[in-house]
């Protein structure tokens, strides 16, 4: 009963945040406010509406995914065939993402059902945190934009670095616990009238997970085109001329933005005459992982407790890393 208490919760929560959303554009439409106040809420609206359509194909894709690993993943099949290290299951972990071609949104809920059917959290973590980069999409992507301006090295060097600083946050923090969903719950601790039907118990496994991850897409989308709105982008451009700053405020700017990996070339391609490369490939490393679309579902997937911790790994492997192949003459 608490199980199905919490799923109805969870529902009625997204479905009040995407109402909240519904009478923001409401108001901006007739409310009489001034002119300043308009503009600014059509710019965020705009923003907002942006990043949401940008992550829900591959916020269903990731749902029906992690859906289907629920399902059809037997937990003592995955734990025979699994290595017994550590590192070459998150190195196993890192990889797989070329293999499912989706962003951050459908990474986290798909990573929540590996570690859920009795796969190591290092192995979830590792996917969870490459995924969204180390797919054909992304590799296609990024190659157009970036193999005719900075060579085949650059693009090979955004692989490599998110493989290496997936693999070394799976390890640096063994002390992730993944919470399961609430649909996860519910189906192992009742029976319904259509267990019989697998289509039907995939489709209701799929649904509860996007409903579950939605409302924090939503809050992050909001929180992205919020502090766009206030804080303008040329601030954040103004810093990039300090050599010192140029890889942080690359970072800090692809977390404001929060694109999808699969177009994120294209908007670093457009950034080349304002930022150094060894700081676009910050913005291509860091981005993907890292922004205030994926913070929410993160802490949805690991408790909020340790994503301070898991924000600065992966921002000090990202700094460290591309500061140590742009020493080394690398990009």
């Not at 608490?2 to 959303?21: F, K």
């Not at 859920?116 to 797919?135: E, K, M, Q």
């Amino acid at each position: 009963m608490t199980t199905l208490v919490q799923q109805i919760r969870s529902g009625v929560m997204t479905l009040c945040t995407i109402a909240a959303c519904g009478v923001v554009v409401v108001a901006n439409r007739w409310l009489p406010v001034s002119a300043d106040i308009i503009t600014k809420t059509d710019l965020f609206i705009a923003i907002f509406l942006g990043i949401l359509y940008e992550a829900l194909p591959f916020l269903t894709a990731g749902a029906l995914i992690s859906a289907a690993i629920h399902q059809f993943l037997d937990p003592q099949w995955l734990a025979q065939r699994l290595p017994k290290s550590r590192w070459l299951v998150a190195f196993i972990g890192a990889l797989l993402g070329f293999f499912l071609p989706i962003c951050e949104c459908g990474s986290i809920p798909a990573a929540r059902s590996l570690v859920y059917r009795g796969a190591p959290v290092s192995l979830g973590v590792a996917f969870a945190v490459a995924a969204p980069v180390i797919n054909p999409i992304v590799f296609i992507s990024t190659s157009v934009a970036f193999a005719g301006v900075f060579g085949w090295s650059f693009v090979l060097w955004r692989f490599g670095l998110t493989v290496i600083i997936a693999v070394l946050t799976a390890i640096m923090m063994p002390k992730l616990i993944v919470v399961p969903s609430s649909t996860s719950e519910l189906a192992d601790n009742h029976t319904h009238a259509d267990d019989e039907i697998p289509f039907l118990v995939w489709l209701r496994h799929a649904l509860g997970d996007l409903l579950d991850m939605l409302r924090y897409v939503i809050i992050g989308a909001s929180l992205a085109a919020m502090i766009q709105v206030i804080v303008p982008n040329t601030l954040i451009l103004q810093l990039a001329s300090n050599v010192w700053l140029a890889i942080p405020a690359a970072m800090l700017l692809a977390a404001v933005m929060s694109i999808c990996s699969t177009v994120d070339a294209f908007v670093a391609l457009s950034l080349v005459g304002s930022f150094s490369p060894v700081a676009l490939m910050a913005f291509l490393v860091f981005g993907p992982i890292i922004d205030f679309k994926s913070i929410p579902m993160f802490a949805a997937v690991f408790g909020w407790r340790p994503i301070p911790q898991f924000v600065a790994t992966i921002a000090v492997l990202t700094i460290v890393l591309c500061s140590a192949i742009w020493r080394l003459g690398w990009v």
